[in-house]
């Protein structure tokens, strides 16, 4: 289908882009990468008055080394984050992460902060920025502000940016020492949503368990933590056994949705062998 | 130079392209994107056409207001279904030869009530598509939303809403078969095995989705219309009777068409409804379906259920099948070919490639309010196929026999044709032992075994899985001509030599993509005489090409090609009588070789066919007195002798299934085919693997999933999913060749072969895979859920 | 608000002005506008990879990229490729090999292809498959463009040797 008529605007600024998305209010919507949003209007499915495009604003883009963390910019292809020396070293998930984002033509155009910022449950970059304790940098007219990862995912396609802000940048921690990361999906097709997926974050220091995250995408309206299976791990080494008890403890800890590909149940299966798969070959088993 | 001495004239001639994998001659100009789709058309004040479609599966129209979409810039027309069927008459999908087939008329718009979600109520034309489809968002229907039969268990039941009540119940079609004595065979059978299985619904998904552009010159009431249908004749036919128009002025031309493997083979209201707009408004209008309105608008296929039983006795010898087969269509069936075609296949085919006598069927087709269905590659082939070998499969596992050694003890033998199957199929020559000769060669099968096994030691979970099956090939009449339908079976060619030796090709048969081209090419060029260069291939206009049936059942090479030699044949008679009236010699003593008249056996050149064209269009004054040269030759073919060129061929496939995740990782897959004279192998062996691969789709993937409401839930490109690149395996190709007498080529088709046995293999396969944990799977598509289900993993 | 736009765009290497309504599409101003009716439209969802063409050096959706972002860059359509014979040894591989049927897949997947030898050149048929992932082909079932990019590269790095 074609889109609902819209009228379009370029925003030279930032200040720009407050001042239209003030003035135009629910009828605007903001165009970075527009892979999700155009998919969208071309159903209909939405019909927005005004496109802000955002792609001329300068600044947005790049990934930055600030002391301890990567700060990857907004606007920042999908693209460069997957081919950039500093995220396969310092962000080793994300960049396991990336060629699992639907396919090159996409990656292309797609923004890092413009997938952070529709919030699909089913997408990678949000569990990632979860598992890995980003920090979300977020603009508005009347300031800037920086919200953690943890609080950062309000709801099903809801953030913590309010009407008329746009988020800037994302800074991810760089990986430490004694630290791994381990990323698992499966999809029906490479390229495709998750049935579930899994990003885990964990201290493991000589083959003990310390801290862990472990966040999972498409199991819920955001990614979602298990916290409490994490706890698990500490101070252990990994087992069959290890593995059997993280297993039963998602089936409780976690509430996945059905959809078309899984029901609850079956996420909730696929959720132990995802950590089986992902922290056994962590653990050099 | 290629000397053949097969007794076949045409395979025997000089230079002969036959057999060669010769490039196509229409690939580069795709290769550059300058193919013309229909969608590439543009003609003067040419608008565009969309339709409002019902969000209901099945509710009746109280009232349409168009007035607020009129008024919209732009919009040039909004047309309602009483508006519309002032100008054309309904059509019912019925045909005589499936006794008892009822279905209710159809008009391109419906005039009282949606039956299907997603069907077209509101016809607009606009300036642009975006301004039409603008125009009908605001089209305001009131609807009274009735029951919806979505279910075809339950679609006969006394307490189900009829859909149309003047037909009295939902069932479209009931066939009934009995063969030899399957009461006595049950007596005597040592095992009768039984398994249910089901197939999910799919549909097509060409790249290219359905399109026309309509162009009505009132003046001489002329309909041109440019449209990716497979067969521009019988589109010719229908329009002129729906619009009461006169045949010869009804014009139908197909450009390149970007795929269509049956789905652009029908006649479809949205695309009838497009012509009525071009007439209303004497402007071209061009209709292309989006990718939305495809998946509830394109035919879907494939909804059965069957439960099937095989008796066989301890010794390994089957004596009978029998099936319960219920499928699903939609609300009408479709015309002209219907929707009873799926389930006659269905029940004329189980069993195929085996020798027993014994058979029973039923085959209930029934209606539901969910999008039409009907005849999609390999058309019904995929469920028989998988029933039979699935039942064969289970059998031999029961028997503890090897399930290729329990076949091959019960294949017909290839020496015992011709023969009758069990149903009456007239078999002429089938070559199923040899195929599976070929395939455990190719396959290995010993080493596969034991690598399967040694990894299932180590929890590794593989599958080998077979599957035989026969393909109906190159219709005669009796597919659908005998039941008054006015699809042609017969093709015809057209053959003329230009001024300067060139040669004009005119053919009825159609080209989506197979190739098509290339093989009438390689034909023309043989039985003529000269290089494929030196030719013209005009297809795919009613006015420029002789009556024919276009592309369908695998035809084109086996029926088309067949004309094309015919035609060549004459045109280097008439030729080589203009030669030898030049030469004074005598034309038996003469040959076309390269394009060069010579002395048939030595070879000399005596004139080439350049000098004749100038002679004869230039100069007829030197030409001797009583001698006038004709250029121009026609012939027309149709199979006589056997009613359908059956193929046969065999499968296999080798995958591995993760018992944890459910998913399915397919290894490798290998067919061995059997097509008789195979005129480009190349191109034949790309239409198995495509064919394959769209099997493969149905076998793992692809599935129309509706809700109780008969709405479609995955009606998208991300919802229903296709096979893609990195799922899919190689696939390795052999051949074995058992030519056809029913013509001099011998050239059976091979478009449909791969679709047809390709999920069986991969359903055998996946049991092979789970047989060591009491699991099995007969319900297509195999998702990850069931895998996992089946297991008892969740 | 008005629901036009003006925009100057260089296809194919050359720069053309149009002023369109902004809902519109690359790939609809390449088709409708422009006439380049090589790049073609299969979903409108971003999913099928028909409507793939080559925008300032990289590949995009045309479906899913408006004209309008268009403005001030340089988009390479399979008729501007062809034209420059950048890909003649890929379309000459497809067309020896069949990796075409119906070719209504083909322009995107060239445009495809030319990107994955460009910047993963030794990719092995598996990296390949997943390269092209993005591009839906009904007709093939993908082998015989696997094989095609192989000969391709042959006949590139050995000049003279069979392929």
Redesign the interface.
């Known amino acids: 289908m074609k889109p609902a008529p819209f009228a379009y605007v370029r925003a030279g600024s930032l200040d720009d882009a407050f001042a239209l998305l003030a003035e135009h209010g629910d009828d605007a919507r903001i165009l970075a990468g527009g892979q999700s949003l155009m998919a969208t209007l071309n159903m209909r499915l939405s019909a927005p008055e005004v496109l802000v495009d955002i792609n001329r604003i300068d600044g947005l883009a790049g990934i930055e080394e600030t002391g301890d963390a990567l700060r990857i910019g907004a606007m920042t292809r999908h693209v460069d984050v997957e081919e950039s020396p500093a995220v396969a070293t310092h962000a080793p998930l994300i960049a396991a992460a990336m060629d699992h984002i639907a396919h090159p033509a996409i990656r292309n155009r797609g923004t890092f902060g413009g997938s952070i910022a529709f919030a699909d449950p089913a997408a990678e970059l949000p569990a990632c920025a979860v598992a890995l304790g980003a920090t979300m940098h977020i603009a508005g007219k009347s300031g800037t502000r920086d919200v953690a990862a943890a609080d950062f995912f309000e709801g099903l396609y809801e953030t913590a940016i309010r009407p008329g802000e746009i988020l800037t940048a994302v800074s991810v921690p760089k990986i430490t020492a004694g630290w791994k990361s381990g990323f698992l999906e499966l999809a029906r097709r490479h390229g495709d949503y998750a049935i579930i997926g899994l990003c885990a974050h964990v201290d493991l220091d000589g083959g003990t368990f310390g801290d862990a995250n472990l966040v999972f995408f498409n199991a819920g309206d955001r990614p979602v933590s298990a916290p409490e299976t994490a706890a698990l791990l500490k101070g252990q080494t990994w087992s069959d056994d290890l593995a059997d008890r993280l297993a039963a403890s998602l089936k409780d800890e976690l509430d996945p949705p059905d959809d078309l590909n899984a029901d609850g149940p079956m996420r909730k299966h696929l959720a132990g062998v995802l950590v089986k798969r992902t922290l056994g070959p962590m653990a050099g088993e | 130079m290629n000397e053949q001495n097969t007794g076949r004239w045409i395979l025997d001639r000089p230079n002969s392209y036959i057999g060669r994998s010769v490039?196509?001659p229409n690939?580069?100009r795709?290769?550059?994107?300058?193919?013309?789709?229909v969608?590439?058309i543009?003609l003067k004040r040419m608008v565009h056409a969309t339709f409002v479609r019902s969000p209901y599966a099945h509710a009746r129209i109280k009232s349409i207001n168009v007035e607020a979409a009129r008024a919209l810039p732009g919009v040039v027309a909004v047309v309602t279904p009483q508006e519309l069927a002032k100008i054309h008459d309904p059509w019912v999908g019925v045909l005589t030869h499936l006794e008892g087939l009822k279905s209710a008329p159809q008009h391109a718009l419906p005039l009282e009530k949606a039956t299907w979600q997603g069907e077209a109520i509101v016809a607009i034309a606009a300036e642009?598509?975006?301004i039409a489809?603008?125009a009908a968002?605001l089209v305001d229907i009131d609807w009274e939303v009735l029951p919806v039969v979505a279910e075809a268990e339950t679609a006969t039941d006394d307490n189900t809403l009829v859909i149309h009540e003047e037909l009295g119940d939902n069932l479209a079609w009931q066939r009934k078969a009995d063969f030899g004595d399957i009461d006595a065979a049950y007596a005597d059978a040592d095992h009768i095995v039984e398994d249910t299985f089901v197939f999910g619904r799919h549909t097509?998904?060409?790249?290219?989705?359905r399109g026309l552009v309509s162009e009505f010159e009132p003046s001489e009431e002329q309909l041109t219309v440019w449209h990716n249908n497979q067969c521009p004749h019988m589109i010719q036919n229908i329009l002129a009777d729906k619009f009461r128009l006169e045949e010869h002025r009804v014009r139908v031309i197909t450009r390149?068409?970007?795929?269509s493997?049956g789905i652009k083979v029908h006649t479809y209201a949205d695309e009838i409804a497009t012509v009525g707009l071009s007439i209303l408004l004497k402007r071209p209008v061009k209709y292309i379906a989006?990718?939305?309105e495809s998946f509830v608008g394109d035919i879907h296929a494939r909804d059965h259920r069957v439960k099937g039983k095989i008796a066989v006795r301890n010794d390994g010898t089957i004596t009978a099948f029998e099936i319960d087969d219920l499928t699903g269509i939609g609300p009408y069936s479709m015309y002209p070919r219907t929707s009873g075609i799926e389930a006659n296949q269905v029940v004329n085919m189980i069993g195929g490639p085996y020798d027993f006598d014994n058979y029973r069927a039923v085959a209930n087709v029934v209606y539901q309010n969910k999008a039409m269905m009907c005849q999609y590659r390999a058309v019904g082939h995929p469920i028989k196929c998988a029933v039979t070998e699935g039942l064969v499969d289970k059998a031999a596992r029961t028997l503890g026999m090897d399930p290729v050694a329990f076949r091959q003890k019960n294949f017909h033998r290839d020496d015992s044709y011709p023969k009758k199957s069990a149903q009456g199929m007239p078999f002429e020559n089938l070559s199923h032992e040899e195929c599976m000769s070929k395939i455990l060669d190719a396959i290995d099968y010993d080493a596969l075994k034991s690598e399967r096994d040694a990894l299932r030691d180590k929890g590794v979970y593989r599958g080998i899985g077979f599957a035989s099956f026969i393909e109906v090939t190159n219709p005669s009449a009796m597919f659908y001509g005998v039941g008054g339908a006015r699809i042609s079976a017969q093709d015809g060619a057209t053959m003329r030599l230009d001024a300067k030796g060139n040669v004009f090709v005119s053919t009825g048969a159609t080209e989506?993509?197979?190739?098509m081209e290339a093989v009438i090419s390689q034909v023309a060029a043989t039985s003529v005489g000269v290089s494929p260069d030196r030719l013209k291939i005009i297809t795919g206009d009613t006015e420029h090409t002789p009556y024919g049936g276009g592309t369908w059942g695998s035809r084109a090479a086996g029926i088309g090609g067949e004309a094309v030699a015919q035609a060549g044949r004459q045109l280097r008679v008439q030729i080589l009588d203009a030669a030898a009236a030049m030469l004074q010699e005598d034309a038996a003593t003469l040959d076309i070789r390269n394009g060069v008249v010579v002395d048939s056996d030595t070879g000399n050149e005596r004139i080439g066919l350049d000098e004749i064209g100038r002679i004869c269009y230039y100069r007829p004054d030197t030409l001797p007195d009583g001698f006038q040269a004709e250029l121009v030759a026609t012939r027309h073919y149709v199979p006589r002798k056997f009613p359908f060129a059956f193929t046969n061929g065999v499968q296999a496939s080798y995958l591995e299934v993760d018992t944890?995740?459910g998913?399915i990782t397919l290894l490798n897959h290998w067919c061995v085919e059997d097509c008789g004279t195979v005129i480009n192998p190349?191109?034949v062996d790309?239409q198995i693997?495509?064919g394959?691969?769209?099997g493969l789709g149905g076998a793992l993937?692809e599935e129309c999933?509706y809700d109780d409401q008969g709405q479609m839930?995955?009606a998208?490109?991300?919802?229903y999913?296709?096979?893609?690149?990195?799922?899919?395996p190689?696939?390795d190709c052999g051949h074995a060749v058992s030519p056809t007498e029913d013509s001099d080529l011998g050239a059976k088709g091979a478009g449909e072969a791969g679709t047809c046995g390709a999920p069986a293999a991969v359903m055998n396969a996946l049991n092979d895979a789970l047989s060591p944990f009491d699991a099995r799977l007969t319900s297509m598509p195999f998702?990850?859920?069931k895998v996992?289900t089946a297991l008892g993993?969740? | 608000m008005d629901k036009h736009t003006d925009i100057t765009v260089t296809v194919n290497g050359e720069t053309v002005t149009r002023r369109i309504e902004a809902r519109t599409n690359l790939v609809d101003f390449l088709r409708y506008e422009l006439q380049l009716t090589g790049s073609h439209v299969g979903c409108e969802h971003g999913v099928c990879g028909a409507c793939t063409v080559r925008m300032d050096g990289r590949i995009v959706r045309g479906c899913l990229t408006l004209a309008a972002q268009a403005d001030g860059a340089e988009v390479w359509t399979i008729e501007g490729v062809s034209e420059t014979g950048e890909i003649r040894d890929l379309q000459d591989a497809f067309v020896e090999r069949n990796a075409l049927q119906c070719g209504f897949c083909t322009p995107g997947m060239l445009l495809t292809l030319a990107e994955l030898m460009d910047k993963h050149p030794d990719a092995g048929r598996d990296e390949i498959r997943e390269f092209i992932s993005g591009n839906f082909c009904r007709c093939t079932g993908y082998q015989a463009i696997v094989d095609a990019v192989e000969i391709a590269r042959g006949s590139k790095t050995e000049k003279g040797a069979a392929s």
């Open positions: 490039p196509r690939a580069p795709l290769a550059e994107g300058r193919g013309t789709f969608d590439d543009d642009t598509r975006a489809e603008d968002a097509g998904v060409c790249l290219e989705s390149d068409v970007g795929g493997f989006d990718r939305l989506q993509g197979q190739g944890e995740t998913f190349l191109l790309e693997r495509g394959v691969v769209q993937w999933l839930l995955n998208n490109m991300a919802d999913l296709v096979p893609m690149a990195a799922e899919l190689d696939i998702t990850p859920k996992l993993r969740i």
